[in-house]
């Protein structure tokens, strides 16, 4: 693969109206390990609705979670699930680690236009982790993965959706995600792509294996990458405002 040159970002964000943000280790750092215990309590609900052993639930959460795109869907697939429940029992969490967060909250609000939540988790959650953060009040919508159908965002017809509920113009959107694969069909779609990557890998590669985001070369459908939100918004935000 060719190195993608990302384009300057005066250049990518200067027509943006709608800034949308996956949740989990995107608008929270992944430092904070607050998606640890949402990833312990899938194993534990597989471990419990399936009678199996801990070390086999593990096994099985990660096969459905690679095949499906998420643990959920595959669940429902498998077994029939009611999603609801799985999502009310996995987000049943202490959200203390998250902290106040003065300085994404200032660089969210100088962003020009409207900003959205977009995740495959439960709106409870993202209402709760905006909450600890003092985020909740910046954001149009959140659109959960239960108003998306629980369609996981990589698939087909997942992303149309949040267009649909949104109304929001492709074209004159951002998407900041932590997963590679959940910016393929943002970038066909015209979105302005930013990849969120840190020390930590939950898109549950085998051990040993670099994650995608480790990468020297990125992929075309990743225009930046940013392992500090707020000083990339902060940057962005100078590069688009108006001159004197």
């Known amino acids: 693969m060719s190195k993608f040159v990302a384009p300057v970002l005066s250049t990518s964000f200067s027509n943006v109206d709608n800034w949308v943000f996956d949740l989990d280790n995107t608008l929270y750092p992944a430092a904070c390990d607050l998606f640890a215990e949402i990833d312990q309590r899938m194993t534990a609900f597989v471990q419990k609705e399936l009678n199996l052993p801990h070390d086999q639930a593990r096994i099985v959460q990660k096969d459905y979670y690679k095949r499906y795109g998420t643990t959920l869907r595959g669940m429902m697939i498998e077994h029939n699930l009611d999603p609801h429940v799985f999502m009310g029992f996995v987000h049943d969490i202490d959200h203390s680690p998250l902290n106040a967060a003065p300085d994404?909250?200032?660089?969210l609000s100088a962003l020009p236009g409207k900003k959205y939540i977009y995740t495959n988790g439960s709106t409870c959650h993202a209402e709760k982790v905006t909450k600890y953060m003092g985020l909740d009040h910046l954001f149009e919508d959140m659109i959960c993965i239960a108003?998306?159908?629980?369609?996981?965002?990589?698939?087909?017809?997942a992303f149309e959706k949040f267009i649909s509920l949104t109304g929001v113009d492709p074209n004159k959107s951002a998407m900041?995600?932590?997963?590679?694969?959940?910016?393929?069909p943002a970038h066909q779609l015209g979105f302005r792509t930013v990849l969120?990557?840190?020390?930590?890998?939950?898109?549950h590669e085998p051990e040993g294996v670099r994650p995608a985001h480790a990468d020297d070369?990125?992929?075309?459908?990743?225009?930046?990458?940013?392992?500090?939100?707020p000083s990339f918004l902060e940057d962005v935000a100078k590069e688009i405002a108006p001159k004197a």
């Open 176 to 184: 900041f995600e932590d997963l590679s694969k959940n910016l393929i």
């Open 104 to 107: 994404l909250k200032s660089q």
């Open 147 to 157: 108003k998306s159908d629980f369609l996981p965002k990589h698939e087909d017809g």
């Open 217 to 229: 070369e990125k992929p075309d459908h990743v225009h930046h990458t940013t392992d500090d939100l």
């Open 196 to 203: 969120v990557t840190s020390d930590k890998d939950w898109s």
